[in-house]
């Protein structure tokens, strides 16, 4: 998951090549509606359209930039997006499309379902669109993620190192000094996670927001995938998941969470970010997208989520004084994890159609060429699939991230988080077992349920809808 705003539902189809022209004051786009061009075929201006599939509204962002860097490629070809930021939709909508006659040419996923797109009989790999790499010029997880019976079938722009943020006032007052090597200390077992979570609530802070927080660090560590993709048979980390659970709970029991409810995404989850809760567990693109804007108390641009309270900000927002930003720093934390992640992928339709060499062309600019990729990711702020060009990204001291972040590189913390991801015990099914997990979590903590019974309530829930996996009788 990386900027993911929340955006009506169904298909914002964008010709991008005439989005060229808007900054100018003339916009030609067809935005609003389909364009009822099938894929490879031809929009009015004689264009051939490329289909688009994506679950993020920075994918328009991306491509304009692109289109604007390859002229000789706008002059030739037109995107045609579908947006979907509903995850469960956006995945049922695109494998339905691809198994149509009117698939896709390019589509993108998120880390909870990448792997599941991958499988797919319809995506074709990355030796189909002619897209040659070298493995050791990436983080390993980042090309093991998608990787099908040794294909390397998709490509991802950024690596997503997950961080603890913390307030750095906070940290101060309660475990006096506000240092993150000090910090860390305090923080690199779960054992003194808690010990910290117990000292904040002394002095009247919340240790984190809700019961849902720890869960991707947790679910990272476990030391066996939730299927063993060979025999296809269940099998279960319990003491990973147990760990889990009972430290949620003790937190939740001892009033160090902000809510005993799961909160991401939700108003109160952003109502800790300004003040109140001590620490949140992010990554790469959380910092910039997620906690920097909903730190604030006051964003003169309007926009605010009615449904949630999300926020985005203008640059003259950012400043001190204005909610807790300039208050905040990042440490590794308790154990190395990752959150999201956004893969490109072709699918087989498109070396049918003709856009073969359009897809080829987009993947390479935002996955592979390491000038295009370091421009980009420049401009982002984001860190990306590719350690030698993450050596090339230092903080800008006039720039908001840095200035939040009380003068901390965040690209040093990323850079030295990276290399220590695992994905080994990721499978085709983690969005079904981590949503069982969330039950699992809610039934033992709010309901009273059993932790024995809490567990097994998990391969319960995802029985009926997993055919292909054998359950233990």
Known sequence: MNKLKRVLSGTLALALAASMMTACGKDDSSAG?????????????????????????????????????NPEFAEKYTFDITLEATASTYQQKTMSALASDDAPDLFLADADYAKKFAALE?????????????????YSYVLDFTTIKGQRMALSHQAAPGVVLYRRDYAEEVLGSGDPAEVQKHMDTWDHFVETAEAMKEKGYYMIAGIDELKRCFM??????????????????????????????????????????????????????????????????????????????????????????????????????NGSFGKWGIIAGPAPYFWGGTWWYGSKKCLEDGTKDAVKQVIEYFC????????????????TSKPAVNEK??????????????????????????????????CLYDDEFNTAVDNALKNYITNGMSLDDAIAGIATEVKSSLKDVKFPE
């Open 33 to 69: 509606g389909n364009s009822g061009t099938t894929s490879g075929g031809s929009d009015a201006s004689g264009k051939t359209v490329v289909k688009v599939y994506t679950f993020t509204d920075e994918t328009q962002g991306m491509l304009d930039g692109f289109l604007e860097d």
């Open 368 to 383: 592979v060429n390491d000038d295009s990729l370091l421009k980009v990711m420049q401009k982002k702020g984001d860190f």
């Open 122 to 138: 319809q995506t074709a790999s990355l030796a189909d669109l002619g897209i040659t790499i070298k493995d050791e010029e990436y």
């Open 220 to 321: 990272n560590n476990r030391s066996s995938a939730w299927v063993n993709e060979d025999t296809m048979e269940y099998q279960l980390d319990k003491e990973t998941v147990s760990q889990f659970l009972e430290v949620t709970k003790k937190l939740a029991d001892e009033g160090c969470t902000q809510d005993v409810t799961p909160v991401q995404w939700n108003a109160n989850w952003y109502k800790g970010m300004k003040d109140g809760v001590f620490c949140f567990f992010g990554c790469s693109w959380y910092l910039h997208y997620t906690i920097k804007p909903n730190c604030l108390a006051e964003v003169s641009t309007g926009k605010v989520d009615p449904d949630n309270g999300s926020q985005e900000a203008d640059e003259k927002d950012y400043k001190e004084g």
């Open 393 to 426: 990204l230092t903080a800008d001291p006039e720039s908001s991230t840095y200035k939040f972040l009380a003068g901390q590189d965040w690209y040093t913390i990323f850079r030295e988080a990276a290399p220590n991801i695992d994905t080994k015990t990721t």
